[in-house]
Nanobody
Framework: QVQLVESGGGLVQAGGSLRLSCAASGRTFSNYAMGWFRQAPGKEREFVAAISRSGYSTYAADSVKGRFTISRDNAKNTVYLQMNSLKPEDTAVYYC?????????????????WGQGTQVTVSS
């Protein structure tokens, strides 16, 4: 089992940047594919970005492609989400997730462990 704790959320103006971190504890971090999801008020949780176990492969949703970058440091047991050129529509609670299944996973049901989430608010 792995425990996930997100940090780095906050309030930022449109056009600004934030970097989210997700620290993992428990079993070997490099055994897990990782992903970021978000949920805005009144909306379903949606996929943001995914990264493979090694970190060599990444994939991002069209809505954030070119603005958000997912990365991981297996030595630090941490996955990151660098968010640039933020827009008000990026406002949501952001969750990191870990999966025992290898690959780039875009479906939340393929993830086995979830963090508690961190709020990101982008003002116009």
């Amino acid at each position: 089992q792995v425990q996930l704790v997100e940090s780095g959320g906050g309030l930022v103006q449109a056009g600004g940047s934030l970097r989210l971190s997700c620290a993992a504890s428990g079993r070997t971090f490099s055994n897990y594919a990782m992903g970021w999801f978000r949920q805005a008020p009144g909306k379903e949780r949606e996929f943001v970005a995914a990264i493979s176990r090694s970190g060599y492969s990444t994939y991002a949703a069209d809505s954030v492609k070119g603005r958000f970058t997912i990365s991981r440091d297996n030595a630090k047991n941490t996955v990151y989400l660098q968010m640039n050129s933020l827009k008000p529509e990026d406002t949501a609670v952001y969750y990191c997730a870990a999966s025992n299944t290898p690959g780039l996973l875009t479906t939340q049901f393929k993830y086995d462990y979830w963090g508690q989430g961190t709020q990101v608010t982008v003002s116009s």
